[in-house]
Every structure is written in structure tokens, then in C-alpha cells.
């Protein structure tokens, strides 16, 4: 009976702790190659605390990230811990290259790795698995917003820019991460659901509580992407998946609400546009199913403007804590950016003469990567990258910030220097060549490579170059002395910084 007993315990112990034990066979499993890195301060309730600890340090959030691919550049893949689910990092640009071999016949997305917001758009062609059918999706947007298609975007982009900075007051500081989001975001509304919506309209919006308040679509968008990673985070939540998928704990109720509405408000704003431009009057004339249509855009929207506007940020700041680049980009936007000129062809023609203005966005992307990950992807099988075994089934990353710390392919990769994008500098090569070898074309990542990459690139390209051409032929600013002196600082997505100015007088 005793025995009995105990073995009922023992085995409810272990189902308990199942999650914690595999994590600590995973590390015991893992510690056998040299290759592979793992965080010794594992903690099984916490997951990796390196993330807390840099905080501490008002170091950016995901340092240890960087830190780690600059100390150990041989490190080819890495694993971290969420919790207790390991998730496996790829580190260097060899590992990077084996990856992207298996995608999409042994590695593919991974249809389930976003369980906050990704239920707002279930289905949608950031999320499902690589098809054909996904293929005939994705490349519909990218016929409205790709490289030939987005020079006609310009004076829009333009207007979004001169509305909101027309409120900027002189010699105050404020939160510039915050205004070119709301930048990005008039910017983004207006090519997917059309220039005309009324953007200033307020909709019904249910709390976490279950009351009712009326917002703008803005708000609308940042509150349901805040209350669906509240309420996946919530421990009841947690314990309880089950309950809260099936939609049966009141904040997850609210949130499956309020995606329904969204649905519904989204299709109201988008049909009585009468812009023939927008993504959506493009999508609709071509796929009669309206819902896939709303979801593809909404992840266009999501993965569109967040990004962008942290990007943004970085390089306005990039830009000033580095003066002889400073003075550089401000030479050249002086010379060949006219404000004035109106002919989107001409303007078009100004940005690509701006070559060190570009080669200073590419390093921004490089040193303040807007986002620290790819995607999620899953292995379909147990495979092999750079000697490590990955089981099938595994959840795997991209680790971009570490491709572009590691100090094998870049030279003193904490500083900030355009010039390792000009082939005629020693920067374009490897540190250890001597000025001969070029870097691997995995060690720059920061749109991802191949099948799946951001088919926003080029879109995402013209409005930072034409953003920051405009602002600084317009503006004179400063940034926060104490930011500027904190090397450890970034304004990634998820970075707990955001980017202060002053704007000191008008150009
Ligand atoms: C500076 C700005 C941006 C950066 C750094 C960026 C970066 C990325 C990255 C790293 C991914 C993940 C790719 C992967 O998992 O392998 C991605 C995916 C995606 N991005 Fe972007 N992006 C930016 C702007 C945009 C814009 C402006 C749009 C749309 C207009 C956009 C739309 C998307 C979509 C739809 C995906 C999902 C692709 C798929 O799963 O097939 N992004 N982006
Ligand atoms: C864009 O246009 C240029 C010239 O007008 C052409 O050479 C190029 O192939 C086009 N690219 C795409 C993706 O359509
Ligand atoms: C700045 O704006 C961002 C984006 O709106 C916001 O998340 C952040 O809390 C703001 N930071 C400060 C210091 O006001
Ligand atoms: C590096 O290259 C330069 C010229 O290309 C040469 O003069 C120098 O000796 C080289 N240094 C080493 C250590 O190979
Ligand atoms: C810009 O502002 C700085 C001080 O904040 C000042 O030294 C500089 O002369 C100004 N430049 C122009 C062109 O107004």
C-alpha cells in the first residue's frame, strides 16, 4: 500500500516537474558540444535571467544576446530558455547558411509560435506553413507595396510625416520612438486601407474588465495587441490553457470580442474608401474572400509599421551620437535632397543618390537591429546544422542581433561605422583577413534571407530613407545627453528605452 502510494506521488511529482526535468536533460544533452551555448544561470521558473539582469544593468534588454556572439564567435547556435521550453538560436552565419538549405522541406514556419498577438490574425501568410497557396498570397502585397510599386507611395508618406511633426514644439524633449510611430502608423493605414478612412473615428472597445470605451483605430490596434499578451501572460491563463483557448477566462472573452469587431470595423473602414490605390481595393479586385484579404493585411500592418518606426529611431539617434557621420550624411542630404521638389520621380532619383545616407541605414540595421529574432520556425524532422542534432519538432530562431555582433565577421562591432557597407573600405571585410575576405552574406540579416524573408523590405527601405532625408533637411536636434553617453543602449522592439530629442530650430 506504502509503496503504492509513494509510487502515485513520485509519478505525479513527475508529471508536475515533466517540463523542468526535459529542460535540464536538454542542458545536460547540449553541454557536449562546443559549439552550442547556454546561459549557466539557468533558472527554471524565471527561463533565462540574463534578460532581467542586463535591465538591471540599464543595459538594452537583449544584450546578453550581442555580448555573447562578440565573446564567442564560434558559437554556432544557441539555446535560451522561455520559461521552460527551450528554444534553439541560430547563432553564426555558417549555421545561418545550413539553415536556410532546409527551409521549407525540413524546416518551416512555425504555425503556433505566437500565441500573444498572432491571434488576432490565425491563418494569415506570416503564420501558416509554406505553400503554394501562401506563395499566391504573399506575392499579391507584394505587387502593391514592391520596389516598382512603392515609389508611388512618396507624397503619401510625405504628408503622414509633415502632419504629425508639425505638432513638434522647439526645445522640448519628447519621446521620438513614439512620434515616428504614429508616423508609421498614418503611414501604413493609409496604403492598406486607403489615404481617405477617417483615421481621427472612435470604436467600441471592451476592457479586461468587460467595460465598454470608445478609441481610435490607433489605440484600438496597440490596446488589443497589449490585452492579448496580458492575458496570455495572466498565470491562470497559463495553467489552464485549455480554458483560456477555448476563450472561457474573461480577459481572453474581451480579446476574442474584440477581434471579431475589429473584423468588422476593418471591413466597414476599407469599403468606403474610395482609393484604388489601397492594398486592400488591389487584393479584393483579384481574391473575393474578404476575410483573408483583412487577415494578410492586418499582418501587413502589425509586421509593418512597429519595426519601421523603432528603426527610424535608431538611426535619428545613430546619426547624432556619431559626428563625423553625422556631418557626412549631413553634407551629402544638403547637396542632393531638395525638399521642395515635388516630381515623385525626381525624389525618387534624389534618395538613391544619397549613398552614405543609405550605407548609414544599412549600419543602423546592423547595430540596432529593429528585431532581435526572425520569426518562429519548427523543425518537420530531427535535423543536423553545424554538427548539432535538433529534434523534430523543435521551435527555432534566427538569432539577428547575434549574426551582427559576431566579432569573426565584423570588425569592432560595438562602434557605428557606414563605411563596412562601402566595398573600397577595409570595414566591407572580415577582421582577421587583413582587408581580403568579405564577410559571409549570412553575417547582414536583418529583413532574413531567402523563402521566408520580410517582403516589406523595400517599402520599409524608401520610408526610412525618405523619413530621415526630410527630417534632417528640416531639422536641427539633440538627443538626451545621458542616452547618448550609454553604449549599452538600443530601441529595438521590446527594448524598455525609447529614443528622447529636442528639436534646437528649423532648416
Ligand atoms: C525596418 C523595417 C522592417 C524590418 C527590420 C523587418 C524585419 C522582418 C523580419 C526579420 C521578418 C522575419 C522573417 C523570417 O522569419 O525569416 C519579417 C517578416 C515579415 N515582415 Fe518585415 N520588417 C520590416 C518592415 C516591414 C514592412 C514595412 C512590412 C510590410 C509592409 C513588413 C512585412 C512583413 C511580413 C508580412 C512578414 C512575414 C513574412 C513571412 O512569414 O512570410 N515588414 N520582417
Ligand atoms: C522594376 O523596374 C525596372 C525598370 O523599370 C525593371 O528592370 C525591374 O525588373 C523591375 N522589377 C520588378 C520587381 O518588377
Ligand atoms: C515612448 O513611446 C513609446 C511608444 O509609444 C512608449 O511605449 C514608451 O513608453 C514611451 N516612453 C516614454 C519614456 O515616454
Ligand atoms: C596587410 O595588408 C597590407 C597591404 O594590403 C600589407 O602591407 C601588410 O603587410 C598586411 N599585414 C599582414 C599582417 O599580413
Ligand atoms: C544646430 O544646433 C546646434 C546646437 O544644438 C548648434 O550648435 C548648430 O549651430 C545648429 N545648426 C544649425 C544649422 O542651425
Redesign the pocket.
Known sequence: MEVLLSLTLIFGVCIVFKNWIAAFIIRWKYSKYSNVYMSPSFSPIQGERAVIKAQGKQKYRFWHLMEVAMKKPDCDIRIVFSGTKPLFLIYSAQACKEFFKLVPTRID?HSNHLKHFGRMNKG?????K?SPM?KSR?DK?MKV?GINFSTKFIPLILDSFHEISATWRENQWFNITNQMKKV?FSV?TK??FGKDIPVENAYTYITSCGDTIHITLEEYFSKLIEDLEKSSALIKNRLCPYLSKAGLTTSNKACEQNIENLWEILLKICQSSEDQDSVFKHRTNVCYDKKIVLM?II???I??????S??LASILFNIKANERVFTKVMKEVKSNYDRNEKSIDAKRKMLDSCEYLDMTIKES?RHS???F?????KSLDEISICGVTIPKGATI??C?HALHYNSNEWINPMEFIPERFDPDSHYFTTPSSNGTKQRSRYSY?????????????N???L??KLIVAEFLSKFNYTISPEQISNKYLRFSLRSQFSCIISITGTI
Open positions: 514556419r494569415a501568410i506570416d503564420q501558416i509554406s501562401w504573399r502585397i507595396i508609421m501604413t496604403i492598406l494578410d499582418t501587413v500592418y509586421a509593418g509599421y512597429d519595426p519601421t523603432h528603426a540595421l537591429n529593429p528585431a529574432f526572425s520569426l518562429g520556425y530562431f534566427q539577428l540579416n536583418p529583413f532574413s534571407t531567402n523563402l521566408r524573408r520580410c517582403p516589406g523590405k517599402l520599409a527601405m520610408e526610412l
